[in-house]
């Protein structure tokens, strides 16, 4: 078992949609798993050494087991077919769940938007806003009805009604209207929104443009965007316990650089979309290439993610 974790089992694997299985895991002994809240992801420590982060979707009332929905994509850097090898009655290690995707329980409406596998933690959202009697509603985007996973689901569950599925291949009629849908939500709505980084970036500009605060916007990203690396240059980084100074060359992460130098931050994701690397800055200028932070967090200036990101200044000083 690693450090941190606890060891579960694949109770059930289930095709879900056209590339995409959903996994239950429950605990070896039968004993309950710890409660997690809506938003929430577990870490999944897979073979080979590899770690990824998955949506928790089912009720977030239930203890006696997690649920998580995989998306096997061909350009991944061997997670999901990973994830899709597993078996059932295999076991695997998982951290305790982690959110960083939270639901604001007492707004007055929200609009939960998901493209694709962003479904996951969406349907967890709504299962626990159902349950709290809150008004929502659920806008499902998909290419097509064969990669709609968990439609059986939430045709059958309580809060079918508040759900819009649209299809790219289908009529025009049923295509999302994002604008109208923004421009006519009840005052004080919040949005979440999950799926790949272009339907994600294509909403939440699409909010910004109908004036929505950044405080009722929300997201959760599963890979970064892809960066051009180029023109990056040398820097420095200062440790601020030691005084220690160490070079991070132009083609080396920061992460890569401290722990050539036995400066060890703990890294999950390695994209910047986690969080699990965060470190505080107290002097230089951070260069952000996450997905984790908000844009107002970014401007601060005071924290950044090592794994990816980078700096403007000749030397970033860390809290570490």
């Known amino acids: 078992m690693n450090a941190g974790t606890r060891s579960v089992c694949v109770a059930t694997k289930v095709a879900e949609a056209r590339d995409i299985c959903s996994f239950e895991l429950v605990s ?15 870490d999944v420590h897979l073979p080979g050494g590899l770690v990824r982060q998955y949506s928790l979707c089912n009720n977030p009332g239930e203890t006696h087991r997690y649920q998580i929905g995989v998306l096997r994509d061909t350009n991944s850097r061997g997670g999901s077919i990973a994830m899709h090898a597993l078996e059932v009655g ?70 079918a009604a508040n759900v819009k599925f649209h299809h790219d291949d289908g009529p025009q009629s049923q295509k999302l209207d994002l604008a109208s849908l923004l421009r006519h939500a009840p005052s004080a709505t919040h949005l979440y929104v999950c799926g790949p980084s272009g339907f994600m970036n294509w909403a939440l500009e ?3 443009r109908e004036g929505w605060p950044e405080e009722r916007l929300h997201r959760e990203y599963f890979a970064a965007a892809p960066v051009d690396t180029s023109s990056d240059r040398a820097f420095d980084v200062q440790i601020a316990s030691t005084g220690q100074i160490i070079r991070v060359e132009a083609d080396q992460t920061v992460i890569a650089a401290l722990s050539a130098n036995g ?58």
């Not at 070896?28 to 577990?42: I, M, Q, Y």
């Not at 709290?132 to 968990?150: G, I, Q, V």
Request: glycine residues 6%; charged residues 20%.
């Open 90 to 159: 295999q076991a695997i290690d998982i951290s305790e769940p982690k959110n960083h995707f939270t639901l604001t329980t007492d707004a007055p409406h929200s609009v939960l938007l998901a493209g694709g596998i962003g479904i996951t933690p969406l349907l967890c959202m709504a299962e626990k806003l159902a349950s709290l009697d809150r008004s929502f509603e659920l806008h499902y985007c998909t290419r097509s009805l064969d990669r709609t996973a968990f439609s059986t689901r939430i045709h059958a569950a309580s809060f």
């Open 28 to 42: 070896l002994d039968g004993s309950p798993l710890s409660r997690f809240s809506a938003g929430a992801h577990v």
């Open 206 to 208: 699409g909010a910004r």
């Open 263 to 320: 400066v060890t931050i703990p890294t999950s994701c390695e994209q910047g979309v986690c969080g699990a690397c965060l470190t505080r800055v107290l002097d230089g200028t951070p260069e952000h290439r996450d997905m984790f932070l908000t844009a107002d967090e970014q401007a601060r200036s005071d924290q950044f993610t090592p794994c990816c990101s980078r700096s403007k200044s000749p030397k970033l000083v860390l809290d570490v």
